[in-house]
């Protein structure tokens, strides 16, 4: 009995962070209200609070829910030692834009997240929050391209803060094109062409070098 009510519980939750995701993505995040996620959703704001403190922790719970199998294919390269670190990356990457674009929830998180969001407050949890996941992401790749550099797979010399400065962002500007005119480019079928266009500029960038 108390297996089901945990099953229970858990079904109540998706079905909350769904509803969540369907009226942020509709209504922006600072028009949206928990009255509106509960009204979505068929639940009462009581069940709201049964499972989240307030609107930015039901906020930051949707935007995990994507991220998080993100995060540990990420990390699960990085903590193996594997003798392909550049490999590694590029799968992720190339991976994180093809399912951006099949997966209905990840599309719908990050086209919040880059147009439906406005973050004028740097003491906003879900501001604090989101640079906190933005900053780990990149500090994942920067680590990666840390151990290319260590096996040989990148220059020495490189500057591998602003490599990964400039890989994340070709990455992020990728997809946010492909949201904002998805009829532009085919996303997922190009998609390792834009990964390996910006490992090519890792490898071979003069201006990604260590100033000496």
């Known amino acids: 009995m108390v297996r089901k ?25 600072a028009r949206t209200t928990l009255e509106a996620v509960a009204e979505a959703a068929g639940l009462t704001r009581g069940a709201i609070y049964w499972h989240f403190k307030n609107k930015s922790d039901l906020f930051n719970a949707m935007c995990e829910r994507v991220r998080l199998p993100m995060e540990e294919l990420a990390a699960a390269g990085a903590a193996d030692g594997s003798g392909d670190p550049l490999g ?32 004028v407050d740097p003491e906003d949890p879900v501001y604090v929050r989101q640079q906190e996941a933005f ?12 151990q290319a550099v260590d096996k040989g797979q990148l220059a020495d010399d490189l500057d591998v803060e602003m490599a990964a400065v400039m890989f994340h962002a070709g990455i992020d500007g990728a997809l946010r094109n492909w949201l904002f005119a998805a ?14 266009a910006c490992l090519d500029a890792v490898r071979y960038a003069p201006s990604l070098r260590k100033k000496h």
């Not at 099953?7 to 969540?20: F, G, Q, S, V």
């Not at 799968?91 to 399912?99: D, E, N, S």
């Not at 085919?186 to 390996?196: I, M």
């Open 5 to 29: 009510t945990k099953e229970e519980a858990l079904e109540t939750r998706n079905h909350l962070l769904d509803a969540a995701e369907q009226v942020f993505h509709r209504a922006g995040y």
């Open 88 to 119: 590694h990356l590029r799968k992720v990457c190339v991976y994180f834009l093809v399912h951006a674009v099949h997966d209905v929830h990840l599309r719908k998180v990050v086209d919040i997240l880059f147009f439906k969001c406005e973050f």
């Open 135 to 146: 900053l780990r992401g990149r500090g994942r790749i920067a680590a990666m391209m840390q």
């Open 183 to 196: 009829e532009s480019f085919n996303l997922a079928g190009e998609a390792e062409r834009l990964v390996d």
